[in-house]
Structures are given as structure tokens and as C-alpha cells.
């Protein structure tokens, strides 16, 4: 097929091309920075568009089969609107709708979703957890820095609300971008979103402490409540000093999350890594 990639510059794009182009797709590559769509592979065509400017996306994605949209789902309603007739999307979200919490972040991502159902065009919702694995990623990045910069004979004390009792279930990036470039093959996975996580839940104290231990370092565990937290984050960015996790993400932590991957597994064939392996292979490729 011919497959527009939009987001191909980012964390995940950069991982699904490849895997697109070793199945025997013609890639069209979509961005706004030409520069950055240069440093990709030569065999996938380069095309330029801004989702600031809706106008130049239609000419970007003129003539394909599928368009795989990796960039923030905020956007989805532009892509739409400038797809043809009959063409397949596949379009990444975040679990993040899931979330009782005020965000946000997750509005913006359940409107993209929802003027993709909406719109009653053939395709696949993908809806990762929190990704990790690539030099970029956030928290599981900004947690081996940590680490990374503390004498490994020192025991790490590590404030987490409630004690890091709660859940989330990572996904490592490439995973992620084989979820895309299996759900471009699969016309059939349906309109249904799918989620793709991690095999299982892990819990915050667990996460922190098996970071820890890939460095050769100890975590201990200081139970925190959350409220403490989030206020002494909150009075730290209001005398201009930025504290590790912002009080939004410190909410988050004190909030479970846990996830079916059966439909990952049994419609798009991912078998995701669990998190101890794929923070093990983050740490020998030195990708934080």
C-alpha cells in the first residue's frame, strides 16, 4: 500500500517507518521540519505539512492507501478533513481518557477520538500507556538520569504518593510502533480502540525500585501523601524552581491504572515486552 506516516519525526514515527517499509509499504513521509524528515530513511518520500496550516495537508496525503497518524490525537479532526474518500486511518490516542481525573490533555485527546468515530471512516483507534524505551521518553528517562547521577553506594530515599502502592502498566516504544504498523496491515482490527500496555501492571514502587536496580543503585521507598506532594510541587514553581514531576503527574501517580491487552495480542499479533526487559534494553543502548 501506499502509507502517508504523519508524526514520522517523533518518538514513535521514527520506529514505525522502518517496520512499514519492511513489509513492503511505499512510505510517504508527512512534517513540518524538513531538516528532520531529511535524517530519515531515503526510501520513504518526503512531503511537508503543518497542522497549523490545514491547507497543506491535503496535497500531503493525496494518493495513499492508509494514513498512519502517530502525532498527538488533539489533531485528528484536521487529518480527517483533509483525507480522501475510502482511505484507512490509524490514529494513536492515550489511555489517558480513561482517567477520572480533570485533564486537560485527556479532553483533547477523547475530541480527536471522537470526531474519528464520528466521521465513520474505515480504521483502527490505538490507545498507548505511558511509553518508554526511547532517549526521549520522559519518565522513565527523567527517573535513570536520577539515578544515574547518585553514588551507587548511597541508598536513594524516593518520596512517592502513598508509597508507590498505585499501578500503571508501560509500554516500550516498540511495541508501540509495531501496534501501528500491525494495525495498517489489518483492516480488520475494527473501530473499537485498542489499547496497547505492557503485559501487566506494575506499581509506581516497583517501577522506581527496578530503575534503581538496572543501575545498580537501591531505592527506598518513602510513603508521601499525595496532597503533600503535589503542594510542594506546586509551591516550588511558584518561587520559579521546577520540581522532578509536576503536581498534575503527581495526581496521576495516585491513580491505578490497569489494562486488557488480550486484543493486542490476539488482533494485531503484539506480544509486548514486560517492563523489566524493555528497561533492560533501554539501558544497554544508553537511551536516556
Wanted: proline letters at 8%.
Amino acid at each position: 500500500m501506499k502509507v502517508a506516516l504523519v508524526g514520522a519525526t517523533g518518538m514513535t514515527g521514527r520506529r514505525t517507518l522502518p517496520l512499514l517499509l519492511a513489509r513492503g509499504h511505499d512510505v510517504a513521509v508527512v512534517g513540518r521540519n524538513p531538516e528532520k524528515l531529511a535524517t530519515l530513511d531515503p526510501r520513504a518520500e518526503r512531503r511537508l505539512a503543518d497542522f497549523d496550516r490545514p491547507d497543506s495537508l491535503p496535497a500531503a496525503l493525496a494518493g495513499v492507501d492508509a494514513v498512519a497518524y502517530v502525532a498527538h490525537a488533539k489533531h485528528t479532526g484536521v487529518v480527517l478533513a483533509a483525507m480522501a474518500p475510502g482511505v484507512r486511518l490509524v490514529v494513536t490516542g492515550s489511555v489517558r481518557i480513561y482517567t477520572k481525573l480533570r485533564d486537560p490533555a485527556a479532553d483533547a485527546v477523547r475530541a480527536g477520538l471522537e470526531a474519528f468515530l464520528a466521521s465513520g471512516r474505515p480504521g483502527t483507534v490505538l490507545l498507548p500507556a505511558m511509553i518508554f524505551g526511547a532517549p526521549e521518553d520522559r519518565n522513565i528517562g527523567r527517573l535513570l538520569r536520577f539515578f544515574a547521577r547518585v553514588p551507587a553506594w548511597l541508598p536513594v530515599h524516593v518520596p512517592l504518593p502513598d508509597g508507590g502502592r498505585h499501578t500503571d502498566q508501560p509500554v516500550h516504544v516498540d511495541d508501540v510502533a509495531a501496534a501501528v504498523a500491525a494495525a495498517v496491515d489489518r483492516p480488520n482490527a475494527g473501530r473499537e480502540p485498542i489499547v496497547v500496555a505492557g503485559p501487566a501492571p506494575i506499581t509506581y514502587g516497583e517501577m522506581v525500585r527496578t530503575c534503581a536496580r538496572a543501575l545498580g543503585r537501591r531505592a527506598v521507598i518513602l510513603p508521601v501523601p499525595v496532597g503533600l506532594l503535589t503542594a510542594f510541587a506546586a509551591a516550588l514553581a511558584a518561587v520559579g524552581l521546577r520540581a522532578p514531576f509536576s503536581p498534575a503527574e503527581l495526581r496521576r501517580a495516585a491513580e491505578s491504572k490497569a489494562f486488557d491487552v488480550t486484543r493486542l495480542r490476539d488482533e494485531l499479533g503484539i506480544v509486548p515486552r514486560g517492563f523489566a526487559a524493555g528497561l533492560a534494553q533501554k539501558v544497554a543502548e544508553r537511551a536516556f
